[in-house]
């Protein structure tokens, strides 16, 4: 009887959250990738529960879930399907993500990795022609970018082991809104406008843009009755109903169809598996930082930046000051080389996480930091014996991702970041919804000019590297902090950034989310543009950095786990909110 009334209590969400679809966008605090804009958010308290996520109807359907007796599980489930209607171009079930579970009864704590895999017959000149690799716009739009996706494997997955209300009732609220209709918020109107790549796309460009080829206005009230569909299968027959049968048949026919093929089959579909894995865990301050391990580098590198600080002075000094951005570059250009080394899908080549993370190798990686003068770029240390026998690879990471954080009320933990990689993917579109092109986060060389091979080059069954960084923070031994971001390679600064902010500087967490973005990807010193950290760039460029002012609209969410209740921020970079009661 429980069960049953849980699944009408869901039901009826549906048709509310529907009716927010109008209701609650909002139309100013929107950052779309590449634009400009901020708006400030006030830090969001709770008592029971709270959901962070990209989107106000996201966000509104895993509270009502939550509400109704859902686990973070299924609060985080439900959500992601509503994300994939109202910000196509970041995440969806053509996709993948990494998504990190703490159990509050047992204490366990599990990363699900649902990342894309290389096709079978992937091989690892896939994006070269002629002696020459392409340029990254000749690779990412066409059937050769599309990866396995895995996103629908992963979900069923944690819901099998962690959920607590049907799996058909988490897609009610996404059906609801894909028949009846959602706003296009002013976000997504204006990554539209940017992407002129997908109106390209026949099928895409029908739902996207109007007869005149014209992204739709804010406000339009968009349907997705293909969505809808989908949707239904998947909650009536599980994931199967996408791995397998007419929907992959139908996937794989839209690869093979477009102007540049893929080699996606539907034999890469049904043998999709998603992992259940031990994280990557380090200790700093006091702290004890978890996150998903490789072919994720992203909590690896955060890991990194942050023991190399521990040697540092960045806890005493003013976060907008020319020192803590000198500081926190100069361990990111380490961290960087090394990921740029090290980091692949660990089932295809060693990633020596456990010499990455030695006190004593990030002791020794520290003293390289001169406190007056930048070192420009980093070399990769050689923490296990590897260096001579690697190749960098330098993969082009797009921010185009999004990033949830829930905690329910029985104290579990979900941190969740989920991608479709570029903006919109591949632009393929099919049943209503999007492709990855994760195929471009693999390296496009394969070997260096001596035969030494990329650890991330291309092979089949491969998963691609990866920057998310889903982290959970603990303090003496229970969850303290969860948190996580967009922003494709530039997600381990965003990252490293507000962890500095709450862990040393003592800011909560909207204070910690707002600060300025800063770092470096071992290239030139970011900072970002028509922030307070311009005033320090004569000082870093006196001190022989290479300064460049970044856009950097990072999507950040995070909670904060407290005795008394919890404490949540969203990026005011872009439209994301914080429910909770």
Same mark, same amino acid.
């Given at each position: 009887m429980t069960r049953r009334m849980n699944l009408l209590a869901c039901l009826a969400l549906a048709a509310a959250t529907t009716g927010l679809a109008q209701a609650r966008t909002p139309a100013a605090d929107i950052n779309p990738e590449g634009a400009s804009g901020y708006q400030a958010k006030a830090l969001v308290h709770a008592r029971q529960e709270m959901i962070a996520t990209a989107n106000p109807l996201a966000s509104a359907a895993g509270e009502r879930i939550l &509400?109704?007796?859902?686990?973070?599980?299924?609060a985080v489930i439900a959500a992601q399907l509503v994300l994939n209607l109202v910000e196509p171009q970041s995440s969806g079930i053509g996709g993948g993500a990494f998504l990190m579970h703490y159990d509050a009864a047992s204490g366990e704590l599990v990363n699900y990795d649902s990342r894309e895999t290389a096709p079978a017959a992937a091989r690892p000149d896939r994006f070269w022609r002629d002696g020459k690799p392409l340029s990254f716009a000749d690779s990412v739009n066409n059937g050769m970018a599309v990866g396995t996706p895995g996103l629908l494997r992963g979900l069923e997955l944690a819901h099998r082991e962690h959920g607590k209300l049907p799996w058909a009732a988490l897609f009610a609220p996404a059906i609801a809104l894909a028949e009846q209709g959602f706003a296009v918020s002013p976000r997504l109107h204006e990554v539209l406008q940017q992407t002129p790549a997908l109106a390209r796309q026949p099928a895409a460009a029908a739902y996207f843009f109007d007869a005149a080829g014209k992204p739709w206005p804010v406000g339009h009230v968009l349907r997705n009755?293909?969505?809808?569909?989908v949707l239904k299968r998947v909650a009536a027959e599980g994931a199967d109903a996408f791995y397998r049968g007419p929907i992959a048949r139908d996937i794989v026919a839209a690869v093979r169809a477009h102007a540049t093929p893929g080699d996606l089959t539907e034999a890469d579909l049904a043998g999709y598996r998603a992992q259940a894995e031990q994280p990557v865990c380090g200790r700093y301050r006091?702290?004890?930082?978890?996150?998903?391990?490789p072919p994720s580098s992203g909590p690896l590198a955060v890991l990194q930046i942050l023991g190399i600080l521990e040697h540092t002075p960045i806890a005493r000094l003013a976060p907008d000051s020319a020192a803590a951005v000198h500081y926190f570059a100069e361990a990111g250009r380490l961290a960087y080389a090394d990921r740029d080394f090290y980091v692949a899908d660990p089932r295809y080549a060693d990633v020596p996480v456990a010499a990455m993370l030695a006190p004593a190798y990030l002791r020794a990686r520290a003293a390289l930091i001169r406190p007056e003068r930048s070192m420009k770029t980093a070399l990769p240390g050689?923490?296990?014996?590897?260096?001579?026998?690697r190749a960098p690879d330098t993969a082009l990471e797009l921010p185009s991702t999004t990033h949830l954080v829930v905690v329910d009320a029985a104290g579990n933990v979900v941190s969740m970041t989920s991608t479709i990689e570029s903006a919109f993917g591949s632009k393929i579109f099919v049943h209503g919804f999007l492709l990855n092109n994760e195929m471009t986060d693999f390296s496009s060389s394969w070997q260096d000019p001596e035969g030494r091979p990329v650890a991330n080059r291309v092979e089949g069954g491969k998963r691609p590297r990866s920057a998310m960084a889903p982290m959970i923070v603990f303090r003496g031994g229970k969850p303290y902090l969860a948190v996580g971001s967009p922003g494709g390679s530039a997600i381990i600064n965003y990252v490293a950034k507000t962890l500095v902010g709450v862990l040393d500087w003592r800011l909560d967490i909207q204070q910690a989310i707002a600060l300025p973005n800063r770092g470096s990807r071992n290239k030139a010193t970011e900072i970002e543009a028509g922030s307070p950290l311009e005033a320090v760039a004569p000082r870093l460029r006196a001190m022989g950095h290479e300064v460049k002012f970044e856009s950097f609209p990072s999507g950040l969410q995070g909670i904060v786990i407290l005795p008394d209740g919890l404490q949540g921020g969203a990026d005011p970079r &872009?439209?994301?909110?914080?429910l909770g009661r």
């Amino acid at each position: 009887m429980t069960r049953r009334m849980n699944l009408l209590a869901c039901l009826a969400l549906a048709a509310a959250t529907t009716g927010l679809a109008q209701a609650r966008t909002p139309a100013a605090d929107i950052n779309p990738e590449g634009a400009s804009g901020y708006q400030a958010k006030a830090l969001v308290h709770a008592r029971q529960e709270m959901i962070a996520t990209a989107n106000p109807l996201a966000s509104a359907a895993g509270e009502r879930i939550l &509400r109704a007796g859902g686990s973070a599980i299924d609060a985080v489930i439900a959500a992601q399907l509503v994300l994939n209607l109202v910000e196509p171009q970041s995440s969806g079930i053509g996709g993948g993500a990494f998504l990190m579970h703490y159990d509050a009864a047992s204490g366990e704590l599990v990363n699900y990795d649902s990342r894309e895999t290389a096709p079978a017959a992937a091989r690892p000149d896939r994006f070269w022609r002629d002696g020459k690799p392409l340029s990254f716009a000749d690779s990412v739009n066409n059937g050769m970018a599309v990866g396995t996706p895995g996103l629908l494997r992963g979900l069923e997955l944690a819901h099998r082991e962690h959920g607590k209300l049907p799996w058909a009732a988490l897609f009610a609220p996404a059906i609801a809104l894909a028949e009846q209709g959602f706003a296009v918020s002013p976000r997504l109107h204006e990554v539209l406008q940017q992407t002129p790549a997908l109106a390209r796309q026949p099928a895409a460009a029908a739902y996207f843009f109007d007869a005149a080829g014209k992204p739709w206005p804010v406000g339009h009230v968009l349907r997705n009755p293909d969505f809808a569909a989908v949707l239904k299968r998947v909650a009536a027959e599980g994931a199967d109903a996408f791995y397998r049968g007419p929907i992959a048949r139908d996937i794989v026919a839209a690869v093979r169809a477009h102007a540049t093929p893929g080699d996606l089959t539907e034999a890469d579909l049904a043998g999709y598996r998603a992992q259940a894995e031990q994280p990557v865990c380090g200790r700093y301050r006091g702290y004890r930082l978890c996150g998903p391990p490789p072919p994720s580098s992203g909590p690896l590198a955060v890991l990194q930046i942050l023991g190399i600080l521990e040697h540092t002075p960045i806890a005493r000094l003013a976060p907008d000051s020319a020192a803590a951005v000198h500081y926190f570059a100069e361990a990111g250009r380490l961290a960087y080389a090394d990921r740029d080394f090290y980091v692949a899908d660990p089932r295809y080549a060693d990633v020596p996480v456990a010499a990455m993370l030695a006190p004593a190798y990030l002791r020794a990686r520290a003293a390289l930091i001169r406190p007056e003068r930048s070192m420009k770029t980093a070399l990769p240390g050689d923490p296990a014996g590897l260096l001579a026998s690697r190749a960098p690879d330098t993969a082009l990471e797009l921010p185009s991702t999004t990033h949830l954080v829930v905690v329910d009320a029985a104290g579990n933990v979900v941190s969740m970041t989920s991608t479709i990689e570029s903006a919109f993917g591949s632009k393929i579109f099919v049943h209503g919804f999007l492709l990855n092109n994760e195929m471009t986060d693999f390296s496009s060389s394969w070997q260096d000019p001596e035969g030494r091979p990329v650890a991330n080059r291309v092979e089949g069954g491969k998963r691609p590297r990866s920057a998310m960084a889903p982290m959970i923070v603990f303090r003496g031994g229970k969850p303290y902090l969860a948190v996580g971001s967009p922003g494709g390679s530039a997600i381990i600064n965003y990252v490293a950034k507000t962890l500095v902010g709450v862990l040393d500087w003592r800011l909560d967490i909207q204070q910690a989310i707002a600060l300025p973005n800063r770092g470096s990807r071992n290239k030139a010193t970011e900072i970002e543009a028509g922030s307070p950290l311009e005033a320090v760039a004569p000082r870093l460029r006196a001190m022989g950095h290479e300064v460049k002012f970044e856009s950097f609209p990072s999507g950040l969410q995070g909670i904060v786990i407290l005795p008394d209740g919890l404490q949540g921020g969203a990026d005011p970079r &872009r439209e994301g909110v914080v429910l909770g009661r």
